[in-house]
């Protein structure tokens, strides 16, 4: 009995690797874009100054991460804040905000679900607590410290106080105000990709027929 082996092309496999990467290359590039676009759309915070703004902007790194690995969500990210350069109203400061909070998200999320597959729930529900933990880090020793080149110490304090009289001090608008914040933030828009992401994946994935 004769044993018949099969030879595949060594290029057929770099022309699929390579069709491949175009293709996560384009979805990655059509996420920012998307992504780009829901920053505009924001709604005010309850219990928040007027400069703080929720929006599910963060929603397609996320499924980035998820469907494309843990660096597409950074680079989704990446890509949607630098073009919200051109329009911000905060110098640069909400634009660094928001890459630092997503990316925590998006790459968290990411990572954990390709370490253990099949276990998004998991990926999201540890991606929102990164957010809420790079939150609190975040704007205790770089975003608050940037809004005080503008506005007050103690004016940017009073703005949170008007809405939750216990705070007094940076310390209790982060604990108080930025960590639940972006925790129920990140859970809202793991919920949403929770329920877009099975239809989204062989999409993205380039797994249609």
Do not use: Q
């Amino acid at each position: 009995m004769n044993d018949h082996s099969i030879s595949i092309n060594p290029s057929v496999h770099r022309e699929t690797a390579s069709i491949r990467s175009i293709h996560a290359i384009t979805s990655a590039a059509i996420l920012a874009a998307i992504s780009f676009a829901l920053a505009f759309f924001e709604f005010p915070v309850p219990l928040s100054p007027s400069f703080a703004k929720m929006d599910i902007s963060d929603f397609p790194a996320l499924v980035g991460a998820m469907t494309l690995g843990p660096w597409a969500g950074i680079a989704v990210e990446l890509v949607k804040n630098l073009l919200g350069l051109f329009s911000t109203s905060t110098g640069g400061i909400g634009e660094l905000a928001n890459f630092l909070m997503g990316s925590s998200l998006s790459f968290t999320a990411g990572f954990v679900f390709y370490r253990w597959r099949g276990r998004a729930w998991l990926a999201c529900l540890l991606g929102s607590a990164a957010m809420a933990v790079m939150a609190a880090l975040s704007n205790y020793f770089i975003l608050l410290p940037l809004f005080e080149r503008f506005m007050p110490l103690d004016a940017l304090i009073a703005s949170f106080t008007e809405f939750i009289p216990f705070i007094h001090t940076k310390l209790d608008a982060v604990l108080w105000n930025a960590v639940p914040f972006n925790l129920l933030k990140g859970l809202g828009i793991s919920f949403v990709t929770m329920l877009a992401f099975p239809k989204l994946t062989p999409i993205l994935r380039g797994h249609t027929r």
